[in-house]
């Protein structure tokens, strides 16, 4: 396995690796959720690579970009087990040159849940994907669908900026419990592990009510925001019953939904969803 941090030194070792080759680009302190999108890749793909960077332009000035986990030897054994062939750990300089200005921005599926409460949050994303394309030239690319937005956000963006990459978007990883698996879950006391299972105990109760017959989006939404109110620690930011592919919010009756959320268990933020209806599976 390879490692290295510049750019150039990347692009020579990429040329070297055979077709198709696959992308698995993460902010490091890997856990089974990243190791799924290795495992996907590996299947898939001759060649896989995987970035680590910490990306500092997606993050909001309140938001925990000094205190985000990081461990880059742990990560690279873990990479390393799993046979990746290339992984590029690059500099903010790598990535942006001083005095940067260039920025790729998605606009109308940014501006609904995660988009608008994090505002800036998704060019970040999006410009440093398109950077990480530009560098790996991947065939294939691989995101979680615990970041559903997100994976929309990067699917329009290869579509409309002509990136011959396809987006695969993998299932969510989640603990005997349920809790969706993410470097942020290593912020969590006990008792607040405890309490962020409300989050996937309040998407299945919507998805089992959707199944028993609810198909109201409001009605939808109070189920979820109820098994979320029951449990004195979480505090949520927004509870959605969206449509899966405008990220618009539904009314009134519907035939397949988004469901999602952010919610504060103390200070860390977390995010859940779940898809239903004809676009699931």
């Excluded at 690579?49 to 986990?69: C, H, K, M, R, W």
């Excluded at 849940?113 to 505002?119: N, S």
């Excluded at 989050?199 to 198909?215: D, P, Q, T």
Aim: glycine share 6%.
């Amino acid at each position: 396995m390879k490692v290295l941090s510049e750019l150039q030194e990347l692009r020579q070792e990429r040329a070297r690796l055979p077709e198709p080759f696959g992308l698995v680009p993460t902010m490091g302190f890997l856990h089974e959720g990243h190791m799924s999108l290795v495992r996907a890749a590996k299947d898939r793909c001759a060649s896989v690579g995987v970035s680590i960077y910490v990306n500092p332009t997606q993050f909001g000035p309140n938001e925990d970009l000094e205190a985000y986990p990081r461990d880059l030897e742990r990560d690279l054994a873990m990479l390393e087990a799993e046979g990746v062939d290339l992984v590029w750990t690059p500099t903010d300089a790598e990535l942006y040159s001083p005095g940067a200005q260039t920025w790729v921005t998605v606009e109308e599926l940014t501006q609904f849940l995660e988009g608008a409460q994090r505002p800036g949050h998704f060019r970040g994303v999006t410009t440093v994907v398109a950077k990480l394309f530009l560098a790996f030239q991947p065939q294939q690319a691989f995101f979680g669908q615990k970041d559903a937005q997100q994976a929309r956000v990067i699917q329009r963006m290869v579509t409309d900026l002509l990136f011959p990459v396809e987006v695969v978007v993998c299932p969510i990883v989640r603990e005997a419990d349920g809790l969706a698996l993410s470097s942020r879950n290593t912020y969590l006391t006990g008792p607040q592990r405890k309490a962020a299972t409300a989050l996937s105990r309040s998407l299945r109760a919507a998805v089992e009510a959707f199944k028993g017959g609810e198909r109201e989006a409001e009605e939808l939404r109070k189920v979820m925001a109820a098994v979320l109110d029951a449990e004195p620690l979480a505090q949520p930011q927004y509870v959605s019953a969206a449509d899966p592919d405008t990220l618009e919010e539904l009314h009134g009756a519907i035939d397949r939904a988004l469901f999602s959320m952010a919610v504060y268990v103390g200070k860390t933020r977390l995010i859940d969803n779940a898809i239903v209806g004809e676009s699931e599976g």
